[in-house]
């Protein structure tokens, strides 16, 4: 049982670049999240989702798109990489509504150069 | 609107209590939480409080809350070197699928 698993660790990218953060997790959990939490500002949420197939915007949603093709897993992207974009993004799941007891992943530090 | 707000920085002496507060605007939400993060780490789940409780004790981990003037404190006694970590506080809410996370509280230890 390896909970929630975040692929890649690190990665540094250039203005204007692509990506694709994964995260899986394998506790059958319904809710998913995506975070970016940077220096003196805790956690802040950029979408989330409540079932496979669905997604909702955050707190923070803009220059970022997912999706949850499938139930473990939820993918975060950049299309366009900006230096504003550096942070360590962390994804969540959780499998009541009301969200407590989120388990997170280890974190992707992610830097736009 | 939503916000939770903690101090930066705490530190303690090994052995001591260490209190880590916590202030909120939303009287709305149900929950409130305390989670801890180690260096390099996700979060972890520490304790938590339904809203309308006033306190929670768990071992060494004192929660109380004060609904009146908004103010949720951790104590963690008798404080050991593996507490160091960031503890945020954050609060729920029955309605919706989020939580919002304070900026969290860095607990150092000092020998």
């Known amino acids: 049982n390896a909970g929630v698993t975040q692929t890649p660790k690190f990665r540094v990218l250039k203005t204007g670049q692509s990506m694709t953060l994964l995260c899986a997790q394998d506790?059958?959990?319904?809710?998913m999240y995506w975070y970016r939490q940077d220096p003196g500002m805790g956690l802040r949420l950029i979408h989330y989702s409540v079932g496979e197939g669905t997604t909702a915007k955050g707190e923070v949603p803009d220059g970022y798109n997912v999706s949850r093709l499938k139930k473990q897993n939820f993918l975060l992207g950049l299309e366009s990489a900006a230096p504003s974009q550096t942070s360590v993004y962390f994804c969540?799941?959780?499998?009541?509504?009301?969200?407590?007891?989120?388990?997170f992943g280890p974190g992707t530090r992610l830097t736009v150069t | 609107g939503e916000d939770v707000e903690q101090s930066l920085f705490l530190s303690v002496r090994e052995g001591d209590s260490s209190v880590i507060n916590c202030t909120y605007t939303?009287?709305?939400?149900?929950?409130l939480y305390w989670y801890k993060q180690e260096p390099g780490a996700g979060l972890q789940l520490l304790t938590y409080i339904f809203s309308n409780m006033d306190m929670k004790q768990d071992q060494r981990l004192t929660v109380l809350l004060n609904k009146k003037d908004k103010h949720l404190s951790l104590r963690i006694a008798d404080t050991q070197t593996g507490d160091s970590a960031i503890y945020f506080c954050a609060e729920g809410y029955s309605s919706a699928s989020k939580i919002i996370f304070g900026s969290g509280t860095r607990l150092s230890i000092r020998p």
């Open positions: 969540a799941s959780s499998y009541s509504r009301e969200g407590h007891e989120q388990y």
């Open positions: 506790m059958n959990h319904e809710y």
């Open positions: 939303d009287s709305s939400s149900t929950y």
